[in-house]
Structure formats: structure tokens, C-alpha cells
């Protein structure tokens, strides 16, 4: 495949990996008017915000079988048109059980894509040779910076319809001039000399298999910290160090920035560390910097927690989803990203069950305990030598 080629697919996939991020973190900000608007109790707005996880998982396991037939490329692009279409569905529910069912649509199309694209990324990465697969997850970092940020700016100027519905028309644009590109470049095939372990097979073995599960739990102790701080750190800030809440939101920001950072200098990384340094430091990393942004007295002093935490966690769910996606391909991808959304979906509750046995400081080491156990995880299992790389000896 031309180099030309393969440029312009790596913009396209790319510009995906973003607009997946913005589209998402539009809704986000929006879940506190929405909640007013269906007048949904705390509890029951928990229950329909389950359908975003419940409609990603299914379709998770699903849409390895449909990119395997149909291609990355075409999933990508209609799983994009379906996920643009139904951000705008939230804002016209009246009620939880209808909000509930609409983002059992939402939390679909958003499922698929990753799975879809993740596929393409883990096919480009295979051909280049060149572990490049982090510089995608940090457009998706900052392209939920943005939508972030630009929900905050129109949250007083703009009703939830006319942001989500402008974020679906932009969603749309956007899809349109990329998915174009996308769809005219056909996935690249695996180099001549690739070693035999990356072609997929298309019925997983009990080795393969077991192997794929692995580093899906790399994931899983990987998401788990980012839902855990996405949701508890501002309350850990305000609650336990008297943070203002000015200064609480700042803890979550810090540890975004500091993914994306890391994310960007994820190539670069794994160039230099190869695979599975990068994972055992970034685990290790994680899990010093979680102890002190729980058990530090200093606000200061979480501050500078959440950042080495984000550094430290930046790289091991990109890793582990194109190691997963190279030993299986779409079906690869699927499994480790469905294990890596249940571990988002399982860290705050349990960050709250554990606040209420014991203390928020203390239920927040537990995000330190996962990520040291994916560096003995990480350990035990050597992953592939970094891209364009011969093996050599244990790294």
C-alpha cells in the first residue's frame, strides 16, 4: 500500500478516535440538566445511565463478527453515523425508563466504534510497524477535552436539544469528509515477513484465547482507575482535604491532561521501552502516584498524585487492546475492550461500597492495587517486541 495511503487512513482513523471522545464528553456535561429535565431521583438516573454501559457491552461482543465480515472501515463509518444521530435522543426524554432505552442506542453505537476502529488502528499499527496506537487514543483524550470544554462554554447559552442536536450535526460533518476517505482506502494487508502470530485466525484457540483474556485484564485494571477518578476524585478532594469545589474539579483535570500527555508521548515510549517496559512502568507508576493522591494530608500533594497516576496509566489500555487485537484480530479487540469497559463500570461502585465500609482514602487505594497487579500481570506475560523490531532477549 502506497505511504500516501497509509497517511491519510491514519488522519482518518485518527479524526474518528476524536469525534468518538467529543461526541461522548458533549453528553457527559449534559447528564445534570438532562436529570433535571426527566425529573430522575439519583438512584433512578443511575439505573437509565446503565444503558449506555449495557448497550456498549453487547455490542462489544458483537461487533468483532460484523467488522470480520463487513470490514473496519464500513463498521467504523455507520457505527460514527449511529452515534452522531443518537446523542441528540437524550434531551427529548421525559422520563428515566425512556432515557434509559435511548441510551441503550447511544451507549450501542458508541460500543461499536471502539471496537470498529480500535480494529483498523490494531490492522495500521501491524502494517507500519511502528507502535503508533497510543497517538489514537490521545486524539480521543482530546477530543473529550474539547467537547468538554465546549459544553461548559454553551451550558448557560444553549438548551441540552440545540447542544447535543449541534453536536449530531457536527458528528455528521464530520463522518461525511472522513468516513469518505475511510471507506476509498482499502485495510492494509499484514507485511510479507509479519511473524505468524499476527494473522488472526477467525476461531480463537485456548492458548489465544487465554492469552487475549490477559490483556484484557490489563485493561480492566486500567479502566477501572480512570472510572474510579473520573467519578470520586473531586469528592475526595472536597471531602478530605477541604478543597474548595473550585479546586476539586482541577483533580479530575489534572489526571486527563496528564493521559493525554502521556498518550502523545506513547510512541516515543514504546520506541525506546518496548512493550513490556512501558506496561510495568506505567503500572508501577500508577500505583505510586494513586497511594499519594489517597493518602496524602497535602492537597498539593493529590494534585501532583492524579498527575503521575494519568502518566502511569496513560499507555497500558492502548497497549493491551492492540496486543489483544493482534493475537485476534476484530474478536481480539472485542473481548479486551468489553473486559476494559467493565472495569469502568466497576470502579466507581466499588470505590463506593468500599468508601462506606471503611473511608473515600482508603477505597481509593484500590486503584493502586490494580495497577500494580497489571504490572504482575504485565510480567508474566511477554508481550511482542516493539514495532519494526526483531525479538530479542526478555525485555
Known amino acids: 500500500m502506497p505511504g500516501d495511503s497509509l497517511t491519510r487512513l491514519r488522519i482518518a482513523l485518527t479524526v474518528f478516535f476524536a469525534l468518538d471522545g467529543f461526541i461522548f464528553a458533549g453528553w457527559v456535561v449534559r447528564i445534570p440538566a438532562i436529570k433535571h429535565q426527566t425529573g430522575a431521583s439519583a438512584s433512578t438516573l443511575g439505573l437509565a445511565l446503565l444503558g449506555v454501559s449495557a448497550g456498549a457491552v453487547v455490542t462489544m461482543t458483537l461487533t468483532g463478527r460484523l467488522c470480520r465480515r463487513y470490514g473496519n472501515h464500513q463498521v467504523t463509518v455507520i457505527c460514527a453515523v449511529l452515534l452522531s444521530l443518537s446523542v441528540a435522543l437524550p434531551p427529548l426524554t421525559h422520563s428515566a425508563l425512556a432515557l434509559g432505552a435511548v441510551l441503550l442506542v447511544f451507549g450501542s453505537a458508541y460500543g461499536g466504534i471502539n471496537v470498529a476502529f480500535n480494529s483498523a488502528a490494531v490492522d495500521l499499527v501491524r502494517t507500519l510497524r511502528r507502535p503508533i496506537m497510543p497517538s ?22 444553549l438548551s441540552p436539544t440545540q447542544h447535543l442536536l449541534g453536536l449530531t450535526a457536527i458528528g455528521l460533518l464530520v463522518t461525511m469528509l472522513a468516513g469518505r476517505t475511510l471507506l476509498r482506502i482499502q485495510p492494509p494487508p499484514p507485511p510479507e515477513n509479519a511473524p505468524q502470530s499476527t494473522s488472526a485466525p477467525r476461531r480463537l484457540g485456548p492458548h489465544t484465547r487465554a492469552l487475549v483474556i490477559t490483556f484484557g485484564l490489563i485493561a480492566l485494571c486500567t479502566a477501572y482507575g480512570e472510572g474510579a477518578l473520573a467519578d470520586w476524585s473531586a469528592l475526595h478532594l472536597e ?15 489534572c489526571f486527563a491532561l496528564a493521559m493525554t500527555i502521556g498518550r502523545l508521548a506513547g510512541t516515543r515510549l514504546l520506541e525506546r521501552l518496548g512493550q513490556t517496559r512501558t506496561l510495568v512502568v506505567g503500572g508501577t507508576t500508577a500505583a505510586v502516584g494513586m497511594l499519594l493522591a489517597a493518602l496524602t494530608p497535602f492537597l498539593w500533594g493529590a494534585l501532583v498524585g492524579f498527575v503521575i497516576t494519568g502518566l502511569g496509566l496513560a499507555n497500558l489500555f492502548p497497549v493491551a487492546v492492540e496486543r489483544a487485537g493482534t493475537l485476534a484480530g476484530p474478536d481480539g479487540v472485542a473481548i479486551a475492550s468489553t473486559l476494559g469497559y467493565g472495569g469502568m463500570l466497576l470502579g466507581p461502585p466499588a470505590i463506593g461500597f468500599m468508601a462506606d465500609w471503611f473511608s473515600l482514602p482508603v477505597a481509593l487505594t484500590s486503584v493502586a492495587v490494580l495497577a500494580a497487579v497489571a504490572t504482575v500481570i504485565s510480567l508474566a506475560v511477554r508481550p511482542a517486541p516493539p514495532a519494526g523490531q526483531t525479538p530479542g532477549p526478555p525485555a
Open 136 to 157: 489514537f487514543h490521545a486524539a480521543f483524550s482530546l477530543g473529550g477535552m474539547v467537547g468538554a470544554g465546549l459544553g461548559a462554554l454553551v451550558a448557560g447559552a
Open 239 to 253: 471531602q478530605d482535604l477541604d478543597a474548595t469545589p473550585g479546586a476539586a474539579a482541577v483533580g479530575y483535570s
